[in-house]
Every structure is written in C-alpha cells, then in structure tokens.
C-alpha cells in the first residue's frame, strides 16, 4: 500500500515484519484488511502516551487514510477488533468511536488487555468489504 499521507509507513520502515494492509480480490468485491494500527508515528514512535483520546483519534484518523487510499470509509468495514488497555476506558472509547463515525456495532472490544507496546491505550483492527462497480 502506499505511504498514508506521511502519517505512517509500513512496518518494514522502521525494523517491523508485517503490513499495514492488505486486499484480497474477488470477481466482484475485494477485502481490505488493515492490522492493528495504534498511535505510531512513520517513524515507528509511539505518540501520545498515556493519553486515551490523543491515541483513539491518530488510529481512528489512521485507519480513515487507509479506507480513503481505496476510494471507501467506515461505511465499508465488515468487523473490528478493539483492544484497550484499561476496561475502565470503554466509555471513553465509545464516545470517540461515535464522535468519528465508527461503526461500534460491527466491533468486538477486548478489554484489559496488552497493546503492542507498554505506552499505548489503544490498537484498532479491521475488515473492510469493497464492491466494485461493473
């Protein structure tokens, strides 16, 4: 995939095995499967440690470059994975997903559990299903 507007690069560019994204094509749709994104600059630094709501936008903004580079938005993701750190985050969480209009009802939260790195709050996978046009 290309770079996502300079806000993050593949993994590779800073020592990390894996791919932002990838699509898998169909006669008539593809998918779109974009990793775990958390706040992590195209530098491979975590940004905003310790701040909840810093961290949901930049992944939330993120994964809206992603979906945007294949011509699709949140409208198109299938299923979601949400991982936060702190169970007591959820309200938080939700208001934010709302406030950028993520589709929380296609989402599955995992609660309490270890992000990619001890300075993150959050990390955000997902599915996208894209029709193409005949």
Do not use: H, W
């Not at 985050?89 to 406030?99: N, P």
């Amino acid at each position: 995939m290309p770079q996502l507007q300079q806000k993050q690069n593949e993994p590779i560019a800073y020592g990390k095995l894996f791919s932002r994204a990838v699509i898998v094509e169909f006669p008539k749709s593809k998918l779109l499967y974009i990793s775990g994104t958390a706040s992590i600059d195209k530098t491979g630094i975590s940004v905003y440690p310790g701040d909840l709501k810093s961290q949901m936008e930049f992944t939330l903004e993120r994964k809206s470059a992603i979906l945007k580079q294949e011509g699709c938005d949140y409208s198109n993701i299938a299923q979601a994975i949400i991982y936060l750190k702190r169970s007591e985050d959820m309200r938080s969480c939700i208001a934010m997903l709302d406030k950028m209009g993520f589709p929380r009802d296609r989402a599955l939260f995992q609660l309490g559990v270890d992000i990619c790195r001890d300075n993150l709050l959050c990390e955000i996978e997902a599915t996208a299903v894209i029709n193409k046009i005949s």
